[in-house]
């Protein structure tokens, strides 16, 4: 009986020590160590991640292969080909898939690099094809800007910098050799300065070919793009020519370049406000371009009225030389969705979604036809109401992310039959 209860007394003596230990511990650890918030039990996106030599022993058994992520964006290069990435713990997560989204190989850069916000494409991440991909990282805090480049779709990131400490805006690359990027800072209202960097060896070496603002060994600065007005993203149409759009006071303008991003021009002209006097204000985007030679695109441009918008067109079929506004004849989206903006994959079809209800047109906008409402599409966007992103790469194939930040969950969506049906991928 004795020997019973010191038993019990030495269990509950070695309990006491270490439940001490532990809050001995807790109050020892140094204030400036961060303690982690823990992630949510669900992240958002299933997705069954195998090692390249394993993609035929997960199409058997994708279930030993499965992993939860919180996807953020993503970017379709293909019909079968895209990418799909976020961020858990200021580490970047990134994958890529060949098959429709059946297996995905992760192709994210080193964790010891960093990223505070989520990445956008365009402004803080570019892939050119499948196997040439670039990141970028603000400097936080630092003197430099990060670049990671892989060559390889993912399985290796050499790391370059640039010596500049300002916001990243955008980045473009017109081949897997030749690209730009444009740093900018706000210097008084309404007014940037902006610096654009370029690099002919891949992203090994960014060299400054513009910036707006007097330097020590500067004494002007004509053909630069000027302060006033606010950098919304760029294109190139060759190593030489190239599109900047600029919202200066609230309204869209496009700025050209013929020479790499040194010369800077104001037009062509492109916006009549009086077509859209009703809005209270404009969501540009820079242009896009639907083939090869670069010479049918559009600009999408959302006129906002409270905290609603809808999105309109213009249109080229001359490399950007003139554009022709095209009216939408769409409902408005409110709220956290306003800026989902139509995907066009050629000069005349498109699709949008307003509300829970997909549209199509076959006449760049004239006529919008309402498809059948879908039942997986409606019902998953109860549940996760905000949508990031509407991408269509052909007829037939499209992605959509949905999205409920409150609760840092995220769906990434596809159709197969031109946005009738839709599955969670």
Known sequence: MRMKRWKQWTGMGLLFCLLLSAC???????????????????????????????????????????????????QLLSGTTGIAWGLTRNELRMYLTEDNGKTWVNISP?????????????????????????????????????VLHTSDGGGSWKVASIPDKNKVTSI????DHVGWIMLTAESSTGKQDKTLYKTEDGGAKWKMVMHNYISSNQTSTQGAIPPLGY??????????????????LGVPKLYRTQDGGGEWSEGPAF????????????????????????????????????????????????????????????GWNKGVNQS???????????WALVGNLMYHTEDQGKTWMPLPASRVLTSILK????????????????????MKNDEMRSRLLQTIDGGITWKVL
């Open 110 to 146: 080193a964790s010891n690099v960093q990223f505070p916000d989520n990445l956008k494409y365009g402004r803080d991440l570019y892939f050119k094809d499948r196997m040439n991909g670039w990141v970028v990282r603000n400097a936080s805090g630092t003197s430099e800007t990060i």
């Open 383 to 402: 549940e996760y109401p905000e949508v990031g992103k509407l991408q269509f790469s052909s007829q037939r194939v499209g992605w959509m992310l949905v």
């Open 340 to 350: 989902l903006r139509p995907s066009f994959i050629n000069s005349t079809q498109g």
């Open 231 to 248: 950098a919304m993203g760029m294109t190139f149409t060759s190593p030489a020519k190239g599109f900047a759009m600029i919202q200066e």
């Open 271 to 330: 916006f009549n406000r009086d077509k859209l006097a009703s809005c209270s204000g404009f969501i540009p985007s820079s242009p896009e371009f639907f083939d090869t030679s670069n010479t049918e695109g559009w600009i999408p441009v959302g006129c906002q009225v409270g905290d609603s918008a809808k999105y309109n067109g213009f249109f080229t079929k001359d490399q950007g030389q003139t554009w022709t506004f095209a009216p939408f004849n769409l």
């Open 24 to 74: 001995t511990t807790e109050k020892e650890e140094p204030a400036s160590v961060p303690v982690p918030n823990p992630e949510p039990a669900e992240l958002g996106q299933t997705l069954t991640v195998v090692p390249t030599e394993s993609a035929k022993a997960a199409a058997e058994d994708p279930s030993q292969y499965q992993i939860q992520t919180r996807l953020t964006d993503f």
């Open 172 to 175: 473009f690359f017109d081949s």
